[in-house]
């Protein structure tokens, strides 16, 4: 019963490190820093696979009944159960801001190119457009 009970404690504390986690990573994406968001995102992957494996140790402990009978044990998987809800939330509001980032700065590259064209961009003599890369700017004084 002890191995069950550090089993499910280390659960536990897994599962109050990925809510952490996803906090920073919150903080990452609106303050737009992409070094921290991908490092993050690997922590986070490290901790989900962790997660994965104690929650397999536990699945076939031979006490594994006992986790909802145990007065000692039925509470922290109450909690560790309540924490991942928490923390699927999170990630999937995460992931979310995420994309909205991603379509925020693919409609602003958009424009730059757009804008950087339209600078660009002369006719001939003969009415043809022609893009100029150095329109204005390679004078010879």
Known sequence: MAALQGLVEYQLKSAE??????EKEKLAITSRN?????????????????????????????????????PELSPLVTQIRSIIADCQQANAINGEALQRAQLSFNKLNNLMQQSQGKLGMTYTADGQTKN??????????
């Open 17 to 22: 490190e990925l809510s952490l986690l996803l």
């Open 34 to 70: 992409s070094k921290d968001i991908e490092q993050l995102a690997k922590q986070k992957i490290t901790l989900i696979e962790q997660l994965k494996v104690t929650d397999d140790r536990i699945s076939r402990h031979p006490d594994v009944a006992s986790l909802t009978t145990d």
């Open 132 to 141: 100029v890369t150095t329109l204005g700017t390679n004078l010879k004084a």
